[in-house]
């Protein structure tokens, strides 16, 4: 199955637009792991089980572990069990890889075959040739920048380019329009658009018809929800995969983090759902 008919599956399944990000910060676990040398994968296990019936997606973070030694072996085992466990529930790898085509075919292995994502985050300053790798893993998901959550993301991204017909549009315009136009010919991507910037998010919905949008930004970072999903979603109300990490991983540091977790998740989908 692909990972577009996955995420449609789950949308409608689980009545879900939230993915759970998992960005394991050792600093911040539950007291338990203090001297488990295992922690980074542990950790994630019990949240990725105790929210995966909530979730349209999970989204681990891969700098989180490849931070840290043998985390990269922590993050294909979380994986591999999110795979195994919960089949159901896509995985978004979050590397943000970009670069030369023959650069970017080992990015695409280390994402799809190493570490077994359906779908992976792209950043697509380099241009088509540097996504190619990834599209043509046509059956997996590619997740491109368009409009970040970040206050930074005005430096560029919104900078005038020319339009074509005389006038000019703001460049993360552009890259939805070429992506939604251009790259998207297997009907395989998606992109990002921070909850940060709902007036843009509107403008992009408009620019790419039904295409996925990855939406990170709400919780943490002060996103607003219902902006998000009444200027975000399609028409039937699908459409979004709203992440949160930290609002849902560090719900508690006590003994019942799992729970605590489980009951983040289930808040904010239910949240999401009140304004689809
Ligand atoms: O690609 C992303 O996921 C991403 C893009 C973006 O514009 N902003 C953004 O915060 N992210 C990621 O989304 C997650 C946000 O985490 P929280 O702010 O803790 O919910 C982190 O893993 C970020 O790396």
């Known amino acids: ?156 991204q919104e900078l005038p380019v020319p339009d074509g017909s005389g006038g000019s549009e703001p460049l993360y315009q552009r890259i939805a329009r070429t992506i939604a136009d251009d790259w998207n010919g297997d009907g395989n991507c998606a992109l990002v658009v921070g909850a940060t910037f709902p007036e843009e998010l509107k403008v992009i919905r408009d620019i790419i018809g039904d295409m996925p949008l990855l939406i990170p930004g709400v919780g943490a970072q002060g996103g607003d929800v219902e902006a998000v999903v009444r200027n975000g979603r399609t028409a039937d109300g699908t459409g979004l995969m709203i992440n949160s990490s930290r609002g849902i991983l560090y719900a508690s540091r006590g003994e019942g983090y799992a729970e605590a977790a489980a009951d983040a998740a289930r808040e904010l989908r239910d949240a999401i759902n009140r304004h689809r």
């Open 1 to 156: 199955m692909t990972f577009i008919d996955k995420l449609r599956n789950r949308w409608h399944a689980a009545n879900s637009l939230l993915c759970v990000g998992l960005d394991p910060d050792p600093a911040k676990f539950p007291d338990r792991f203090v001297d488990d040398e295992d922690a980074l994968f542990a950790f994630c296990r019990d949240i990725a089980d105790a929210t995966a019936e909530y979730a349209c997606a999970f989204k681990p973070q891969i700098a989180y572990f490849a931070a840290h030694n043998h985390g990269e072996a922590a993050l294909q085992r979380l994986i591999a069990h999110i795979n195994g466990a919960h089949p159901e529930v896509p995985v978004i790898l979050d590397a943000k890889r970009g670069d030369i085509g023959s650069t970017a075919e080992q990015y695409a292995a280390e994402a799809f075959e190493r570490f077994g994502a359906d779908a992976v985050t792209l950043n697509p300053y380099m241009g088509r040739d540097s996504a190619a790798p990834f599209l043509q893993y046509n059956d997996h998901g590619c997740v491109f920048l368009c409009h970040t959550s970040n206050p930074g993301a005005r430096d560029f």
